[in-house]
C-alpha cells in the first residue's frame, strides 16, 4: 500500500499537495506484505529510502525474474535473497519533480539532506532532515545551491537521455517559423 505524494495540510504553513515539494509532501508510507514462506527467503533493509520505480522490481524479484536490471531509472529491488545482493543496487540520491510546474528536489545521503528548487516565484531551498525533520530551517547558501542546481540539471539530462529527447527535435521549438 503506497501512494504518489502526500499532502501539505497547512500545519506548517505549507499547502498542497502536487505543486510544493517539502518533507510532507516526499514521505509517504510503503507498506508490503509478503507471505511468511516468502519472507524466510528474502533479506531488506526497512531504512533504505524506497520510491515508486522500486515496486515493479521488486515484484520482477519475488516473481523470480531475474536478474533485475540496474538502472537508476528502472528503481531497485526492495527484497533480495542475500544482504550482499541488495547492497549491490546502490542509490546515491533521489531526485524529484513536480507534475503540476517546474519545482525539483533532491533528496541526498540516506534521506539526510533534501533540496528543493522552484521556478515561480524562484526560490531553492536545503534542509538538513536530520537535525531539522520537517524541513523548516533553510540552510541554504550561494555555493551549495550552484553545486545542487548541477545536480539537478544533471538529473534531467539523463531524464531526456533515457527518452531519447533532444531540445528542439520534435518539440514546438522545432516547429516554429
Do not use: C, W
Not at 26 to 53: C, F, G, Q, W
Request: no cysteine.
Amino acid at each position: 500500500m503506497t501512494a504518489d505524494h502526500g499532502d501539505a495540510t497547512g500545519e506548517l504553513g505549507r499547502t498542497s499537495h502536487s505543486i510544493i515539494i517539502f518533507p510532507e509532501v516526499m514521505r509517504v508510507p510503503l507498506i508490503v506484505h509478503l507471505p511468511a514462506e516468502m519472507r524466510k527467503k528474502v533479506v531488506y533493509d526497512n531504512s533504505r529510502i524506497s520510491t515508486l520505480t522500486d515496486i515493479t522490481p521488486s515484484l520482477y524479484y519475488l516473481l523470480d525474474h531475474r536478474p533485475v536490471i540496474a538502472n537508476p531509472m528502472f528503481g531497485r529491488p526492495l527484497f533480495m535473497q542475500t544482504k550482499e545482493e541488495l547492497q549491490s543496487y546502490k542509490r546515491n540520491d533521489v531526485f524529484f519533480a513536480s507534475d503540476a510546474r517546474a519545482v525539483f528536489g533532491l533528496l541526498e545521503d540516506h534521506g539526510r539532506y533534501f533540496y528543493a528548487t522552484y521556478d515561480t516565484p524562484a526560490m531553492s531551498m536545503l534542509f538538513d532532515l536530520q537535525n531539522d525533520p520537517k524541513g523548516v530551517h533553510n540552510i541554504i547558501n550561494e555555493s551549495l545551491k550552484k553545486e545542487y542546481d548541477r545536480e539537478v540539471i544533471e538529473h534531467l539530462h539523463a531524464i531526456g537521455d533515457f527518452y531519447g529527447y533532444k531540445p528542439g527535435v520534435g518539440s514546438l521549438l522545432a516547429s516554429a517559423p
